[in-house]
């Protein structure tokens, strides 16, 4: 494989075991950004503030992001009827894991609710990595 698909963020998607490991049930909508210093992550969750909400690191790699506890009813009175309840359909559970690139410093990671926008600051390790590449000598004898 080259250099570029190695660092290539997506690669487990393509090459490898998934990188979203459980996507059933509800989940918020997600972007990823990527600038030369961090990697950058936002979540849409109206409605809800930093103590509804959970981010860790799972094996040193598998960032997890999801609800505490159930989302709130709200409570009508004895002889209402409800006939449309949409609005609940976004406050229940949500959990979000994937695979983090390589190239992380996991404990710098840095989160903020916003707005009902969850962004997650994960920056890059820019200092060089030693090679993998091992060099065999080859002698006339074994």
Do not use: C
């Not at 359909?89 to 710098?108: A, I, W, Y």
């Amino acid at each position: 494989m080259s250099e570029s698909v190695r660092s290539f963020p997506l690669r487990r998607f393509f090459w490898g075991s998934p990188i979203f490991r459980d996507l059933s049930g509800p989940t918020a909508p997600m972007d990823w950004l990527e600038s030369p210093a961090a990697h950058i992550f936002k979540f849409d969750i109206p409605g809800l503030s930093k103590a509804d909400i959970k981010v860790e690191v799972e094996d040193g790699n598998v960032l997890r992001i999801y609800r505490v506890g159930g989302g709130k009813e709200e409570s009508a009175g004895k002889d209402t009827v409800w006939h449309v309840a949409e609005r609940g359909s976004g406050r229940g559970e949500f959990s979000r894991e994937f695979e983090l690139p390589e190239n992380v410093k996991v404990d710098q990671i840095k989160a903020q609710v916003e707005n009902g926008v969850l962004t997650i600051v994960v920056p890059k390790d820019t200092s060089p990595k030693a090679s993998n590449v091992k060099t065999i000598n080859i002698s006339s004898k074994l």
